[in-house]
């Protein structure tokens, strides 16, 4: 069984660290190239210590050298801005997983308001695929350039997409939603520091998440009929992994609750990784694995749908994973299927 | 100067633990009694480690005996429901401050919807005057009897009393709060045991929790004629002190940040411990201290307002001895001001 | 290719719940029964939430019967105590792993000084083999019966045993071993609740903890010349899973941190799970992982040696699952080869 | 009743903000000057928001200038190296309390062992005092430049002092202490990282600590024919404040819990703020407070001594008051009256 030869581009941090975890134990992969400028030449497991005894990988620079015309795929893992400098250079028989934010949105001057720079690469941009595989399973596979979404993204479009499909809810949405540390990245800063971290919680960005307006987008790609608006608010939470979405919706006539599991069962009636729970989720359950935990609860015309991912897994390397998997026509759970820790 | 003589029924929980951390060094007041009948002849110190060296108080049995009668002023940090037996024992002279939910609420059938049980002692109730300071002053400090706000309630009705006050909103508030686990008590529990708490996170009680009523009741005190709904979703974070609530609200017409920052600079214009912040509070400023922080942002008529408290202090034992300052003629923050630690 | 048949008596604690997570995705295992009379007729991922999805499996009562005939291998995860009464009636031809503390002392008396009731079966005793894989491999291969070492005694031995096989040590040796709450059991309890032990740190059963004798047994069995005592301090640490062990012994002569390393390489040079670090471990590390990563540092005589293990997976089901590979003829790391988290 | 007119140079850090968190509610105290170069103009509540209402102090520059000459007491929380620098410039009326390392070792050789730089003002240093009140309290009083100890050093002496005193000891002493990620300081940094440092254990600075040396002088200090060697070696806990340290010693003859009880006793009859307590402390219950929590535990000629400190408060600002208080002939536990909190 000939092995789909994969290569990271900037692996020393937290998404790179978890694609390694992944991709090393993947049946149907071989980890041919990791990069990380500033680890270049030192072993892999000097940075992440976990992988000790697992991989004798070192790291190369971040470069686009003849080296990547013999991979098969490429998962970009880089800070964000660094893609779009990228992708035109990159070999095209190569797939691409873009991990970062530069390739999810269509459009321009959205794109500009929320990264602060204009876009550079938009004509490429439409050769992107948003890679939410519950949603956009059949494009994925007949894609070549992927758009992996945001962490918070895939929480929120993950318990909305039923509802907005179906068009049972009214007016805007509010999403309240929180993330462990491990969001921020691995580069120590103010607001990770232990310290200041641990027993603490705050809210971040108002009004201002560049995860909304995938979000938007995607939702209306979902059902065009949808024109609603959509407060997204970010917290911090002190957790290190893990995210947790609470959804607030008025539905437009009562709904049991029963019914609303109907809409989610029939949605997600082939989604490995989307589990139903009858109550709450607790990111506990989903730590570490590629599953999204939805429960919900309805009161008149009032629902509020929780989700649960984990932000590096199923937020990040996992669904990039499930991608890669769906572009190369293998099953959509190979190498992904491990469950959390009890406890 | 006279100090006020004061009793703790049910003193080994973490509300009774709370009291005797302030009122052990209130200037004004005297600490006469601590009951609890699963500790009675054991050190108070003992149960509270914290306090060693600065008390040599004996926990007493919980029992109405004449010894209450030398008392000015009985906090019941009891159990919900047993104030209910209680209060109708206690000697006419002592002031009560009774920090469980027994005596919130002036609807006998919400009262019962809520906490499953009939209400007894309705015609005592209405002598209960809700003992939040920022919004009662005036008559709980000619009352004999309070009923002191659950945490939750505290942070929700501070966040929103300035903007129900002027009416400014439309619709159905949405607010989402997250708790430490010192709010589930003293006593070990599935949901509060450390492997399962730390790094969790959860909702729980949707639609159903016993302090969206006194937020209602107490918000259409404020303004009759808000009468909109108001959904709040309580959740459990993985942290020990703390509530952070996100309150999000349409305004009637768009405003700005300054207009809102005024709205809540008059209202709170006289309190101490109401601070206004310019950004998100975060729960580790207000650990271990009465302080309600409070920050907002907005975006078209889009509210959202965060209020963070330490649920166990200006959420429980910190309030209570507010409403006894203010009863008893002291100046309101006596007893009360101290920092919280940064880290 | 055959699987080996397994069960699981006592299913429903920390214990039983790592077992599930390894051997469900073990390639040469199938999980015929699992037990839990608390749970009997319930689904497994009712209790184990992390596993939804992965399986179908119902809790059974544990009890003796036919049905245990049909097995090959049974693992016991019940508390101290069961499998005393129990193992007795087992049928011969399955292999029993044992994870609780009842047949590993070979001592009758230290048995009942330490877990306080006379040992009733010390004939059976005798035909158990102490299942630590990196002493014990060769009789493990051919025993039926094991006893799985405790999660203390697991981190201990591996970090003295090469000093203590090539008697470099003199005068007794001090170990400090903290472990995480999960050591503790699912079952809440006052020292695991959640409020306590976040943000804590405090020592337990000074010089009486019972996974003493079982160190000092082993390390007599590696080197009989060894006859000094060993002081066994355990700590609670503010954190769910890991054992962190800092062992301090005084050299017979001065030595390099080279030349200890080199005792460690030649012990260890077949050890899959053992990684030998060249700073402290992390128990970050070994989070979720059959690993035992040891670092060491040396200044003339003193010698300081630092373990950190997953204590519920190798100090517990998952050594138990290293152990089965060994007696079934596997290779040692077969189902075992998963990396922790970074972070 | 004229107040004691303080100066802080540094007062950004976590020190720092732990002096004004006492300082500014000290009853004799009135806080004149703070310093933070980075911060100079700003607020000092915008940089602890835990004070804000309870100051309107604006940060200075750390410049010797001749506002220093109003001053009766300066506190220096700056970092290593920076005393050295200034000490000789400051007024001679002013009493200086340094918190930093550079002046508490009296051998200039080991001073550079240790802090990596040669000593450049011994002869200055012999002025200084040791400040640990429970062993030098009549030399503090008197003196009018202290040396505040280490947060590890203030644990280990105080667990040691009263064994070294009588003598009871024979052989070098282990001490293995375990630290909150607070002492590494309010700079972000690798190990301080969130997603790092919460459910992490590891150990640092193996035989290396530079509390060893001040730890050794002042345990020789209190009994000169001690010349026995002291193994310390410090962790990083994830926990935020606290410091547990783990005293292990062989004694002369076997000794009852009693009598070592009685040494303590004996010794620490006069300390307010030294508390005996007949089993393990917890870091929980003397966090936020000046509080030492001593227990110990013997078996035959095996003790061990566990101590429990907030590094922050005895372990650094809480004491330096109390050195104030001393110098400044207050009684010792002005304004350091505070418990800690439960939970």
């Keep these: ?11 020393s941090g937290y998404g790179g660290s978890e694609l390694l975890r992944i991709l090393l134990f993947h049946p149907r992969v071989e980890v ?43 998962f970009l893992a880089l800070p964000h801005g660094e893609s779009l400098k990228l992708v035109r250079q990159l070999p095209e028989r190569v797939t691409v997983i873009d991990l970062a934010g530069d390739f999810r949105l269509n459009d321009g001057d959205v794109f500009e308001e929320y990264y602060g720079r204009p876009h550079t690469a938009l004509e490429l941009q439409r050769q992107f695929v948003y890679g939410l595989p519950e949603i956009n399973r059949q494009r994925i596979a007949s894609a070549r350039l992927i758009a992996n979404p945001g962490c918070f993204a895939t929480a929120v479009i993950l318990g909305l997409a039923p509802l907005i499909e179906s068009g049972v809810t009214q007016g805007r ?45 995607t939702l209306r790609a979902v059902n065009p009929e949808w024109q609603e ?7 911090s939470a002190p957790m290190v992994r893990g995210i947790f979405a609470s959804t607030y919706c008025m539905l437009r006539r009562p709904m049991t609750s029963e019914q609303i599991g109907d809409l989610f069962k029939r949605y997600y009636h082939d989604c490995f990784f989307v589990r139903l729970v009858g109550e709450s989720p607790d990111v506990n359950w989903v730590k570490n694995t590629n599953f999204a935990d939805i429960g919900w609860a309805v009161s008149g015309m009032d629902l509020v749908v929780f989700v649960a991912i984990d932000n590096l897994v199923k937020g990040a390397a996992g669904q990039a994973v499930q991608n890669m998997n769906l572009m190369f026509g293998f099953e959509e759970q190979t190498g ?3 469950p959390g820790g009890h406890p």
């Design 1 to 11: 069984m000939e092995k789909v030869k994969v290569g990271i581009l900037g692996g």
């Design 173 to 217: 949405i509010i999403v309240d939603a929180k993330t462990g540390s491990s969001g921020s990245g691995a580069k120590p800063a103010a607001n990770t520091h232990h310290p200041k971290r641990a027993n603490s919680f705050f809210a971040y960005k108002a009004f201002a998440h560049q995860h909304l307006p995938e979000v938007v987008q």
């Design 32 to 74: 041919c190239l990791v990069t990380a400028n500033e680890h270049a030449g030192k072993r892999v497991d000097h940075v992440h210590p976990n992988l000790r005894r697992l991989t004798d990988l070192v790291f190369a620079e971040t470069v686009v050298s003849d080296e990547l015309k013999a991979l098969d795929c490429l």
């Design 229 to 235: 608006g959509l407060v997204l608010q970010t917290h």
């Design 336 to 338: 992904l299927v491990f």
